[in-house]
């Protein structure tokens, strides 16, 4: 991993982003955590790269409110500005 981000996928709607601090807080700091209202994801920030690792390992594949969890590195947006684009005007 590269990064202290993570991706949180598979989420309840009903899931804040206190209780995803909360969960993601027993491996490490939490500096941030945000809930995509409405579509069942989610992005945590922890204090480190190794932190974010423990926790990606740790609660890939767990049970969260029903749900298994889906946690991966976060992806930058930085290779979506170096797709082709077309021009339909023609």
Do not use: C
Request: charged share 30%; proline share 2%; net charge positive.
């Amino acid at each position: 991993m590269q990064g202290a981000k993570l991706y949180v996928g598979n989420l309840s709607y009903s899931v804040t982003g206190e209780q995803l601090r909360e969960l993601f807080s027993a491996h490490g700091t939490v500096e941030s955590a945000k809930v995509i209202e409405g579509k069942g994801f989610g992005f945590v920030e922890m204090g480190s790269q190794a932190e974010a690792e423990a926790a990606r390992k740790a609660l890939d594949g767990s049970n969260f409110n029903g749900r298994p969890l889906k946690v991966n590195e976060a992806r930058t947006d930085r290779g979506r500005d170096s797709r082709p684009r077309h021009d339909y005007r023609r």
